[in-house]
């Protein structure tokens, strides 16, 4: 994860292993997710899948960006940004340009789809080191019948099947 206290406790992200990150809302999961990402696309020089069913590939950036910069994701994206961190904006969004970090924002993915998509990334890259899903419960059911616990078990299954099968760290935020 490229945080020290959090891999001491969990012994890193092990390849096959699901790491699900839940809390309350508004407690900084989402952030949380695109810090790791950022750590291990960056620090580690390993490609990060990173589907996202509730932002925006613009709203993702925005989030990188303030990661990076340490600004506030808020000034960044109200405009408030003073001339003294301008250098630090366009410093991030150079460094992120150069990192293998892969942005899907589909909203409407389907299991199948990302496990596709995520296959086609690690046949084509071939240092994939971590598959990231921002809000697992959005992502759509392949059967519409099943109860939403069924639904997100299955989803959750499929993440696990696929970060075996991929031999990557998988990560989820619900």
């Known amino acids: 994860s490229g945080f020290r206290d959090l891999d ?10 699901l790491i699900v990150i839940a809390a309350r ?32 590939e613009a709203e993702l950036a925005h989030r990188f960006i303030s990661c990076r910069s340490r600004i506030p ?27 293998p970090l892969w942005l899907d924002d589909s909203s409407d993915l389907s299991l199948l789809e990302l496990r596709a998509k995520a296959r086609r990334l690690a046949a084509s890259e071939g240092n994939l080191g971590l598959v990231i899903v921002d809000y697992l419960q959005l992502m759509r059911a392949e059967d519409p019948r099943a109860n939403r616990v069924e639904q997100v078990g299955q989803f959750s299954r499929g993440m696990k099947i696929l970060a075996r099968e991929l031999d990557v760290p998988g990560c989820s935020r619900t």
């Open 73 to 99: 994701n808020d000034k960044l994206r109200k405009g408030n940004v003073s001339t003294r961190d301008w250098p630090r904006v366009v410093r991030a969004c150079n460094e992120l340009e150069n990192i």
């Open 8 to 17: 001491a406790k969990l012994g890193g992200f092990q390849p096959g292993n």
């Open 25 to 56: 809302p508004s407690l900084g999961k989402s952030a949380l997710v695109c810090n790791i990402a950022d750590n291990v696309a960056s620090k580690y020089g390993k490609a990060v899948a990173f589907f996202s069913l509730e932002m925006s």
